[in-house]
């Protein structure tokens, strides 16, 4: 559903039939969802009963966490929750690759990558911390996380991800104001 507006939803179902008028919630949900593990982003939009709400929050439940948001922020939600996974995947593949460069064998280091991935995906949500401050404890004085980072900073991680981010939201804006 990203790029699709709840008034293009609103307009599709009219065409079908002028009488009907209708709430319109959208849920985004990610491929995690496939294994029990997702994030969803959830908006409403219109004359929505909280009961509804509530029943749709429970639905996406089923595989993963959601998130309500105002349906300004609907895209956005959408594009952090929805593209995260492709853009993860991507990052364990390079952890790995570089682990491969280094002299280790391809499946442990995709074993590794992916482990230390998810366990710092749920430090960051069970821990309360801020993200950086888990970063910091990482690195050691002259050490090789802080060099690594170093490397990162260089080339523009950092910049890279939020271009990617913003970029994709407005991808998905433009979308939304396609007309049939």
Not at 129 to 134: D, I, N, Q, S
Request: charged share 25%; with cysteine; hydrophobic share 40%.
């Amino acid at each position: 559903m990203a790029g699709i507006s709840a008034q293009r939803i609103r307009d599709i179902i009219h065409k079908i039939n002028p009488e009907i008028s209708v709430p319109v919630i959208r849920i985004m949900p990610n491929t995690p969802c496939a294994i029990g593990a997702g994030a969803s982003a959830l908006s409403y939009d219109g004359d929505v009963s909280e009961e509804d709400i509530a029943y749709a929050k429970r639905f996406a439940e089923c595989v993963g966490k959601c998130e309500v948001v105002p349906t300004r922020c609907y895209n956005a939600a959408a594009v952090v929750g929805g593209c995260t996974p492709g853009w993860a995947f991507m990052f364990i593949e390079a952890l790995a690759d570089g682990g491969v460069a280094a002299g280790l064998g391809r499946n442990e280091s995709l074993r590794l990558a992916a482990q230390s991935v998810m366990g710092a995906a749920k430090m960051v949500l069970e821990s309360g911390e801020h993200p950086g401050a888990l970063k910091d404890k990482v690195c050691s004085p002259g050490g090789t996380t802080i060099e690594g980072l170093r490397v990162l900073e260089n080339r523009g991680f950092r910049s890279a991800v939020i271009d990617a981010v913003v970029g994709a939201t407005e991808k998905a804006d433009r979308m939304g104001n396609k007309k049939d």
